[in-house]
Structures are given as structure tokens and as C-alpha cells.
């Protein structure tokens, strides 16, 4: 449980939107360009700020979705339709555009590929994006982590990085997909919410010790958490991040 | 001087008084639950409350004796670490004041631990002189477990980590030692109204 080192304060950097790309309906992963980004670890978050002309100021926290990557992070952001700051990231920000961010914040939801496997990682909807930071530096690190995702979506179209996860599959990383409002003809994935005889078909037994990452609303992790509990798994190896719709 | 971000404004009404929320905090209704791990369901047969550490007599009180306890109802505001606050949240809870009456401790610390391994550090006086209580019930109900039921603390002037669910008892320390998010990149002390909420602010 080593803390992350932090030297002095996390100042407030300029962020420069340098890419954006449409996810989903209602979700958008902007990159930005930090210059003097210090790098990060998989599953730390960041607060963004945003400053209103009139000196309004509003911060949020953001899952990084990227591996570590020089100056670049990218930030998956759910469109929250009464929301304050995510319709402006995903409606309004543009290329060449800049906002303040600072971190990186966190360090107990992080994995490092020096911990390797095995790996159960439990996603629902927007909670892919620490999960995702984590599965990218897998795969950049060449580490052979056998490594489990479960990943809950609402829709085939919902799928948040859907391509990516696809290519990625297999040799060591297994993504098994759950749709829980209507599924696709000839959907192999799961048709329902997550619930304990799913956990137990796709995820290490408790006697292999996962290290077992749960991300998603809290009504999903407090599921999931529980149902891994009562599966057998020491409570201690199960580390949750919940998002709720508050925070939009 | 921070960067002026063109179209965007306010969109939330400002529906609070400013000198209620702290910077960088935003004002929600919901209650939003935020915790490291699966929720803990200790039966109250089994809980029990202690405070151990540097205090001669170690104090421990099951469920009914915590229970029979005078109680308050306090409201207050609450600050989350994450960016939300919540005006005027009513809870019912024993006074730590209660809870140390006559001990006699050379303690200038004290750690919160709770059911799932949770731990939370502050200086002992931030808990005493009416400033925290032991919560057992949340606007009129008893405290649902995700939210620290069947008791919770409730120091309600540092960010809401600070008041560590399932808790289970206190250790008065004559050192500081620093909890869980403390030693994970949180401050070490956790005033929202100086912004306190990583390492070094």
C-alpha cells in the first residue's frame, strides 16, 4: 500500500486539447497535450478546471484512459445531459483549445505490470476508463498478466472502445462483453447484468488471488463487490472506484 | 492567472449561500457513495465500538450499550474530497465528547479504524469539543451500510474521508500516523476550506 510520491504541491498545468474522438452517443475521449506532464500510473485520475469568462471557476475528476505517454493523456468523458462541465469537454472543446488540469491523483486503484496476474477487471459503462489505462499498459508493457475483463455496456452501440478491445483480445487478455438493455442478433456476450455465477465463469477462482478491479456507477459496484465477496474472494483484493451521475 | 475557457458559464443555479461552499466545491442533492472496497455487513451482535491506544483503561461498547448512550441530532454541511458538497445533512450520532468523557490521555492523535481495514488519521482535538460524533442514523433512518451503517463518524469541518465509515473504534496515539488515502496522495489533514486535498496543497 506504498502512497505514490508526490513532490510538493500538483500545480495547476495548461492542457491543450490536441485530439477528439466520438466514443459512443453520449461519450467522447479527448486527448491533450501536457508539457510538463510527470507521467502517471494506471488507474490515477486527474481534477480539470474549468474558468468562466465572468471568473466562474468549476473542477471535476477524470479516470485517465491512456498507459503512460509522455506528455499525452487522454480523458473518456460521459455526456451529462443537466451537467455543468461535461457537455462543455464534450460539446464545446475543440482542437487547439486549452484547459488547466492537474494531478496525477490516487494511488491505491492502480495497477503496475510489476504486480502482474492474475487480473479481474469488472467494468460498468464509463468506469472502462481506469480499467482501460490499465489493459493499454498491459499490452505497451509486453506484460503477460493473465488478465480477465468483464465489461457491462447498455447497448452494442454503448460499447466504449469497442475496436480497441477487440484487436486486443486475446493472448492472456480475455474481454468478455455483458449487454443489459437488448442485445444485437446473434450476440454471443453475456444478455444480462453482472451478477456471481457470471463472475465465477469468467473470473480466476479465489483460490488464484486475483487482483480484482471494480469501476463503474455505484448501484453496479456495490453488486459486483458484493457478489465477488460472497463468491469467496478475500475482500482485500478487491479495489472499487465508483462514479455516479453526480459530477457531471 | 488561469485560462479563460471561451462559452463556457455557470450552469448551475447558484442555489447556496457562497460562505457554505468551499473552493472548488459544487452543491448536489443526491448523497453519492464513494469507498475503496466491497461494503463491510458487520451483524450488531458482532459490532462492537472500542477506543484503545494510549488511554489507561481501553472503553468498549457493544451495539446496545453504544445505543443507550445519550445521542444528538446535528446538521451540517458535508464536503467530499471529490468535488461535491451537501448543505444541511440531519444525522444522529453520540458525541465523541460522550465517548472520552474522563479519560485522561496523553494522546495528541487519533486513528479511526473500521471494518474492511479502512484507517483515517487526525489530531485528536479536531474530534473533541463538540466538533465529531459517532453517527447511527441519516435524516431519520438508520444508516444504510453504504454509507457506513450500522455507525459511521461524522467530523463534518474536514473532507468527508475524514469521517470513516464502519467505523469501529478509535486509537488515541501520541504520534501521527497517517491513514489510508493519507498514505494514498491525500492530505494529511484535509481542510476544505483551504483546499487541502492532495499531498503538498
Known amino acids: 500500500m506504498a502512497g505514490t510520491a508526490v513532490l510538493g504541491r500538483l500545480t495547476w498545468q495548461a492542457a ?52 503512460p505517454d509522455g506528455s499525452r493523456l487522454e480523458l473518456t468523458v ?27 491523483i490516487g494511488g491505491y486503484f492502480v495497477w503496475e505490470p510489476s504486480q502482474g496476474g492474475p487480473l479481474l477487471l469488472v467494468a460498468g459503462g464509463s468506469g472502462i476508463a481506469p480499467l482501460m489505462a490499465m489493459i493499454r499498459l498491459r499490452a505497451t508493457a509486453g506484460s503477460d498478466a493473465q488478465t480477465r475483463l468483464l465489461f457491462s455496456s447498455r447497448s452494442s452501440d454503448d460499447i466504449i472502445y469497442r475496436n480497441e ?24 456476450g453475456y444478455a444480462r447484468r453482472v451478477d456471481a455465477e457470471m463472475l465465477a465463469e469468467v473470473g480466476p477462482s479465489p483460490a488464484e488471488r486475483p487482483r480484482t478491479y471494480v469501476c463503474g456507477p455505484t448501484p453496479f459496484v456495490e453488486a459486483v463487490a458484493e457478489a465477488l465477496v460472497r463468491l469467496g474472494h478475500n475482500p482485500r483484493t478487491i479495489k472499487t472506484e465508483r462514479f455516479g451521475p453526480t459530477g457531471g | 492567472m488561469s485560462i479563460i475557457s471561451r462559452g463556457f458559464r455557470r450552469r448551475r443555479v ?19 457513495v464513494l469507498s475503496a472496497g466491497p461494503t463491510p455487513h458487520t451483524p450488531l451482535e458482532q459490532w462492537d465500538f472500542s477506543i484503545v491506544g494510549a488511554i ?12 443507550a448512550l445519550p445521542s444528538q441530532e446535528v446538521t451540517r454541511d458535508i464536503h467530499c474530497v471529490t468535488k461535491w458538497s451537501k448543505l444541511d445533512t440531519v444525522w444522529q450520532g453520540v458525541s465523541v465528547d460522550t465517548l472520552l468523557d474522563g479519560v485522561d490521555t496523553s494522546a495528541e492523535y487519533v486513528v479511526q479504524y473500521s471494518d474492511g481495514g479502512y484507517t483515517t488519521n487526525l ?66 489533514y484535509g481542510d476544505p476550506w483551504r483546499e487541502q486535498r492532495y499531498w503538498g496543497d
Open chain 2, 56 to 67: 489507561d483503561e481501553p472503553r468498549r461498547w457493544t451495539w446496545e450499550e453504544f445505543r
Open chain 2, 14 to 32: 447558484a442555489d447556496a449561500p457562497p460562505d457554505r461552499v468551499p473552493p472548488g466545491q459544487y452543491v448536489i442533492r443526491d448523497f453519492p
Open chain 1, 78 to 104: 460521459v455526456r451529462i445531459d443537466d451537467g455543468e462541465v461535461s457537455p462543455y469537454l464534450t460539446d464545446e472543446l475543440q482542437r487547439g483549445d486549452q484547459i488547466e488540469l492537474r494531478g496525477p
Open chain 1, 165 to 188: 478491445l477487440d484487436q486486443l483480445n486475446g493472448g492472456g487478455l480475455q474481454v468478455v462483453h455483458a449487454l443489459t438493455d437488448g442485445q444485437p442478433p446473434g450476440w454471443t
Open chain 1, 16 to 67: 491543450q486539447v490536441v485530439d477528439v474522438v466520438v466514443e459512443t452517443r453520449h461519450v467522447k475521449t479527448i486527448t491533450f497535450d501536457v508539457p510538463d506532464w510527470r507521467g502517471h500510473r494506471a488507474g490515477q485520475h486527474v481534477d480539470i478546471r474549468l474558468t468562466a469568462e465572468d471568473g466562474y471557476q468549476a473542477e471535476r475528476s477524470y479516470s485517465i484512459a491512456s498507459a
Open chain 2, 123 to 188: 489530531p485528536l482535538e479536531d474530534i473533541t469539543g463538540g466538533k465529531a460524533w459517532v453517527a447511527f442514523a441519516y435524516d431519520g433512518e438508520p444508516l444504510h451500510s453504504e454509507h457506513g451503517g450500522p455507525a459511521r463518524m461524522l467530523v463534518p469541518h474536514l473532507y468527508f474521508w475524514k469521517s470513516a465509515k464502519w467505523v469501529r473504534g478509535l486509537r488515541l496515539q501520541t504520534w501521527d500516523e497517517p491513514g489510508f488515502w493519507e498514505t494514498n496522495g491525500y492530505h494529511n
